[in-house]
């Protein structure tokens, strides 16, 4: 059973446009959940964090907000950028093993210019 | 800024041969983990290390599968003998959080193709 699913395997937006990435867990035990951005022939690397006393968190064009009732998640990227375009993967973690991420299957960003 | 060192970055392999990956976190790092990524899905742990000691290798197929962190510091996978299955992307890395969860730094991984 997959505890975290990004349901959505690709997003296409123009370029100045808002991007929505979205994630949804199961695990009630995840109290920390992160972004990251992966590029082809590179490791993924961190974007943006939320821990679950809060509903949101922004950085630059970059902001995750948090549904804990709703155990959703999403980034918006505004505006988006050409180089934004890559693989996005939501991760969580938590409960008895609090350094374990587990991850999404990733959703592919193209921001056309 | 310091970056976690993987080698080799690909790997062709035929099936029931050996093969070794190596990582070298970013110093200072206690927490170590390996993860495997098949394409199209997201990374999978493997086995999770706190300095030298397993904190979690519930996901590693021990049977063929090996993991080691001697000293503490870097790290080989082993995988004895591969399957065609293995095919995936073995991705290291690091975090300086010892307990909870922190961001982790990634390498950019080996490509393994099992033939």
């Known amino acids: 059973d997959q505890q975290v699913k990004q349901n959505s395997p690709s997003l296409s937006v123009q370029e100045g446009r808002i991007s929505i990435l979205n994630c949804d867990y199961t695990?009630?035990?995840?109290?920390?959940f992160l972004w990251y951005k992966k590029y082809p022939a590179e490791g993924p690397t961190f974007l943006i964090s939320i821990s679950s006393i809060k509903d949101k968190n922004e950085d630059g064009r970059f902001t995750v907000f948090l549904n804990k009732s709703a155990k959703h998640l999403s980034l918006h990227i505004v505006p988006s950028q050409p180089g934004d375009s890559a693989v996005y993967f939501c991760?969580?973690?938590?409960?008895?093993?609090?350094?374990?991420?587990?991850f999404g299957d990733g959703t592919t960003l193209t921001v056309k210019p | 800024e310091a970056e976690v060192a993987q080698s080799p970055r690909y790997k062709i392999t035929e099936k029931s041969q050996a093969v070794a990956f190596w990582c070298d976190p970013i110093s200072g790092h206690a927490t170590l983990y390996w993860y495997r990524q098949i394409l199209g899905q997201g990374p999978e742990l493997l086995v999770q290390?706190?300095?030298?000691?397993?904190?979690?290798d519930s996901q590693l197929p021990k049977d063929r599968f090996s993991a080691e962190r001697l000293k503490g510091v870097d790290s080989t996978l082993k995988i004895q003998p591969a399957e065609l299955g293995d095919s995936a992307m073995y991705l290291c890395?690091?975090?300086?959080?010892?307990?909870?969860?922190?961001?982790?730094?990634f390498g950019n991984g080996t490509r393994l193709t099992v033939t």
């Open positions: 290390f706190q300095d030298e000691s397993v904190v979690d």
């Open positions: 890395a690091s975090s300086s959080e010892p307990q909870g969860v922190s961001p982790l730094h």
């Open positions: 695990n009630s035990m995840f109290d920390y």
């Open positions: 991760a969580a973690g938590g409960g008895p093993n609090a350094g374990k991420s587990t």
